[in-house]
T-cell receptor
Framework: KQEVTQIPAALSVPEGENLVLNCSFT??????LQWFRQDPGKGLTSLLL?????REQTSGRLNASLDKSSGRSTLYIAASQPGDSATYLC?????????FGAGTTVTVRA | DGGITQSPKYLFRKEGQNVTLSCEQN?????MYWYRQDPGQGLRLIYY???????QKGDIAEGYSVSREKKESFPLTVTSAQKNPTAFYLC???????????FGDGTRLSIL
């Protein structure tokens, strides 16, 4: 059974600092890994999808890396802004199923 | 705009009552999913459907039922057998294993 862990559970940084969010998974036989953002009381917004054959994926200030053999993915957010405050979830895909971590709640202080 | 619509946004259930959560998508995706989110926990899969008229149980299907009569629609019924239904319910859709899943805005279910 796939187990996905995100550490830390919460993170507070001053505006402008780079954010590093970690995701680990136990079963390396994944198709892909997806990063999401969730605002309070809202659904999930897809940020990045990294295929199992890729090492990284970039979108604007966001960069996600994937090391399938060690079961790790990292989401980097450059030059954080207060608008980046949210919960970030990662999900590993095995066949039909996404397995989610519990998320990292980020607060960016102005 | 293409997307996933969940309704209602808030729902209250009385003891012994079944309630149905609506999920509609206009993304033309074959697959649809229902997840449950509890505070401090990751999303857990309730049911999924990869094609019309077919659906499969996920990890926590007990006390829930679904139907998939149309490609666009995947309603979830929370039955009276579900003893702890208070949670945030999220519907998602996707097309193929290598494409991202997209989510609706969720329905928050509470007990009266």
């Amino acid at each position: 059974k796939q187990e996905v862990t995100q550490i830390p559970a919460a993170l507070s940084v001053p505006e402008g600092e780079n954010l590093v969010l970690n995701c680990s998974f136990t079963d390396s036989a994944i198709y892909n890994l997806q990063w999401f953002r969730q605002d309070p009381g809202k659904g999930l917004t897809s940020l990045l999808l990294i295929q199992s054959s890729q090492r990284e994926q970039t979108s604007g200030r966001l960069n996600a890396s994937l090391d399938k053999s060690s079961g790790r993915s990292t989401l980097y957010i450059a030059a954080s802004q207060p608008g980046d405050s949210a919960t970030y979830l990662c999900a590993a895909r095995n066949d039909y199923k996404l397995s989610f971590g519990a998320g990292t709640t980020v607060t960016v202080r102005a | 705009d293409g997307g996933i619509t969940q309704s209602p946004k808030y729902l209250f259930r009385k003891e012994g009552q079944n309630v149905t959560l609506s999920c509609e998508q206009n993304l033309n995706h074959d697959a649809m999913y229902w997840y449950r989110q509890d505070p401090g926990q990751g999303l857990r899969l309730i049911y999924y459907s990869q094609i019309v008229n077919d659906f499969q149980k996920g990890d926590i299907a007990e006390g829930y039922s679904v139907s998939r009569e149309k490609k666009e629609s995947f309603p979830l019924t929370v039955t009276s057998a579900q003893k702890n239904p208070t949670a945030f319910y999220l519907c998602a859709s996707g097309q193929g294993r290598n494409q991202p899943q997209h989510f609706g805005d969720g329905t928050r279910l509470s007990i009266l």
